[in-house]
């Protein structure tokens, strides 16, 4: 008798193709659904609550799996993660109600995207980091991250070339935090007054994200905080609905999926 098993899962999506298995390329799923084939004695599919995609990180991606083995739990977990390599771990494992689909349950997904703001560069944190050395005005990027907040149609913040059936989506909590940081964090974290650096962090939640829309709302905020665009530029871009009128794709290396949130938790941040 198979069952359902949820893993919480975390990674780190420097040298991944993305979550989804791809012919030739080195994925998360691919990993995942290897190591459980070992721990089954057969093939087993893995469904995740998002797809990220190259580059970009977890710390509680969720996915789903049909099971046959009479493990427990912990069991699972211990084996997986001896089997995994060490940019994938098992964080926890759980039984999961018959018919529950870490993809399509309904849920609450909570990005954060992290830019290093100094001219001096990032060394440990530079794959996990945006590196943007021009001032930035951070309450002005505040009060446009705001107004994302709520059910929109996000067209303007769709990658190119994606296909979805609708680009409306609902977006629960949308704000940013800075905090000064030393030159060497995150292994020492307590600001240099001499040099500090400032680390802006963009943390946005919602109920679906279209393919890249946090790197082009991060992008945007990034050319609003330059003060290349208002604040209230995203009212605008809300209403226009073209990719090209948004800002640019921030690169991978900021993102990180923090966490997946389902009904019986409550839908929100």
């Known amino acids: 008798m198979s069952r359902t098993l949820k893993l919480t899962l975390a990674y780190d999506g420097t040298r991944f193709a993305g979550w989804q298995r791809q012919e030739g390329l080195r994925t998360v799923q691919q990993e995942i659904e290897a190591a459980l084939a070992e721990i089954e004695g057969g ?7 998002g797809r990220t995609d190259a580059g970009v990180h977890a710390l509680g991606q969720v996915a789903t799996t049909r099971v046959t083995g009479v493990h427990d739990p912990e069991t ?9 390599p060490e940019d994938v771990r098992v964080l926890a494992v ?11 349950a309904p849920s609450v997904k909570a990005y954060r995207y992290t830019i ?3 001219r001096l560069p990032p060394l440990l944190a530079r794959p996990m980091v945006w590196h943007v050395s021009f001032a930035l005005d ?6 446009a991250a705001a107004l994302v907040v ?7 913040f769709r990658a190119r070339g994606s296909t979805v059936r609708t680009s409306t989506r609902t977006i629960v909590g949308s704000d940013l935090h800075e905090t000064a940081v030393s030159p060497g964090w995150p292994l020492d974290p307590d600001p240099d007054p001499a040099r500090p650096v400032r680390l802006i962090t963009y ?3 919602g109920r679906g994200f279209l393919r ?3 790197r082009i709302l991060a992008g945007t905020l990034v050319e609003i905080g330059r003060g290349r665009r208002p604040s209230d530029e995203m009212r605008r871009l809300l209403a226009v609905g073209a990719r090209g009128e948004a800002g640019e794709t921030a690169p991978a290396a900021g993102l990180a999926l923090r966490s997946v949130r389902y009904e019986r938790h409550g839908l929100d941040c």
């Open 94 to 104: 759980e039984e999961a109600p018959e018919g529950f689909h870490a993809r399509f």
């Open 150 to 156: 709520g059910t929109h149609d996000f067209g303007a």
């Open 116 to 118: 290093w703001n100094s």
């Open 203 to 205: 943390d946005v939640c």
């Open 212 to 214: 890249q829309m946090v």
């Open 138 to 143: 951070v309450p002005a990027m505040r009060e």
């Open 43 to 49: 093939p087993v599919a893995v469904a995740a609550a």
């Open 76 to 84: 699972y977990r211990r084996a997986l993660n001896a089997k995994l």
